[in-house]
């Protein structure tokens, strides 16, 4: 039904979440007041999905899914929002859905081992393209 692999697109979504949780907990550990949050939009009918499905998936998509203006609001939210800053202790690490609201991520984004292995190949993964790219490597947090 759809053009993508929604498998590696679950996956990615994850990983977002995990990649958020773990550098708002190193971003602590240096005392810095740094937030970090994954963010939902909500189904958003963007170009992408309208140009790469088929005509059922456009019709579902264009009546119930958000506008790409729609869809932006959350992000915005979480970067602008006085909300956030003025209690930026309950929005630390934390996965937004649609409206700012503090949402449950999959259970598995929760999992530390998970988390430190993704942190850990990322930064083997862009240090490995630095060097190729003979640019200076990332510190070790």
Do not use: C
Request: hydrophobic share 45%; net charge neutral; no cysteine.
């Amino acid at each position: 039904m759809f053009p993508f692999d929604m498998i590696r697109y679950a996956v990615s979504k994850a990983a977002a979440a995990i990649f958020a949780q773990e550098l708002q907990r190193k971003l602590d550990e240096q005392h810095l007041p740094i937030l970090s949050m994954s963010v939902h939009p909500g189904e958003v009918a963007t170009q992408g999905l309208m140009a790469g499905n088929n005509a059922l998936v456009k019709v579902v998509a264009k009546l119930t899914f958000l506008t790409p203006d729609q869809g932006a609001v959350s992000p915005l939210f979480a970067a602008t929002a006085m909300e956030v800053r003025k209690n930026s202790e309950k929005y630390k690490g934390q996965f937004l859905l649609p409206g700012g609201k503090i949402g449950e991520s999959n259970p598995v984004t929760r999992d530390d081992r998970q988390m430190k292995g993704l942190w850990d190949i990322t930064t083997k993964e862009v240090n490995d393209q630095l060097h190729i790219d003979g640019l200076p490597l990332l510190e070790a947090w």
